[in-house]
T-cell receptor
Framework: SQQGEEDPQALSIQEGENATMNCSYKTSINNLQWYRQNSGRGLVHLIL?????REKHSGRLRVTLDTSKKSSSLLITASRAADTASYFC???????????FGSGTRLSIRP | ETGVTQTPRHLVMGMTNKKSLKCEQH?????MYWYKQSAKKPLELMFVYSLEERVENNSVPSRFSPECPNSSHLFLHLHTLQPEDSALYLC?????????????FGPGTRLTVT
């Protein structure tokens, strides 16, 4: 399977702390995307990072990409209760004409 | 509001019923997708349409039948479903189907098969 793997599967942190989630993938990619899903709702796109980029920022989100290790990380700084959600990486493999979603990380922010 | 709407939001149907899920996108995108999301399983891509032509069919049982009458509308026709088909069905759209662009998701239809 070419599915990306998120790590950890679940993460619980105190409000105000930083949250880091990782995604590993199998073969070369064109880009990698991160999505958020609140319970029982649709996914919301967060950031797209292309294979020739190493880091991207969007507000409190920072995404890094290490193509030599075939991995990406999503950092959420100064977490808030509203950040409680599942986070998915989706990889656009060079060998496929579609993006493939990982199984996700469930993030819980404790007040 | 992502620009992708889905109806109904909740659906309960018996195994002998026939029903349809509807998706509409207001973003001018050329590609539309159906996904199935079951508890504790990864998001499963079911069908992909590009400019109203089906370009992907991931070995989905024939009891699921997609229809894309134009680039803004996508349907999923359901008949003789099984209890294991109970899941959240998500529709998405993107500028094209090649994976280079982000996907915009609807809120989903929560389907329960009794």
């Amino acid at each position: 399977s070419q599915q990306g793997e998120e790590d950890p599967q679940a993460l619980s942190i105190q409000e105000g702390e930083n949250a880091t989630m990782n995604c590993s993938y199998k073969t070369s990619i064109n880009n990698l995307q991160w999505y958020r899903q609140n319970s029982g709702r649709g996914l919301v796109h967060l950031i797209l990072i292309r294979s020739n980029e190493r880091e991207k920022h969007s507000g409190r989100l920072r995404v890094t990409l290490d193509t030599s290790k075939k991995s990406s990380s999503l950092l959420i700084t100064a977490s808030r209760a509203a950040d409680t959600a599942s986070y998915f990486c989706a990889t656009d493999y060079s060998s496929a004409s579609k993006i493939i979603f990982g199984s996700g990380t469930r993030l819980s922010i404790r007040p | 509001e992502t620009g992708v709407t889905q109806t109904p939001r909740h659906l309960v149907m018996g195994m002998t019923n026939k029903k349809s899920l509807k998706c509409e996108q207001h973003l001018g995108h050329n590609a539309m997708y159906w996904y199935k999301q079951s508890a504790k399983k990864p998001l499963e891509l079911m069908f992909v349409y590009s400019l109203e032509e089906r370009v992907e069919n991931n070995s989905v049982p024939s009891r699921f039948s997609p229809e894309c009458p134009n680039s803004s509308h996508l349907f999923l026709h359901l008949h003789t479903l099984q209890p294991e088909d109970s899941a959240l069905y998500l529709c998405a759209s993107s500028q094209d189907s090649q994976g280079a662009y982000e996907q915009y998701f609807g809120p989903g239809t929560r389907l329960t098969v009794t």
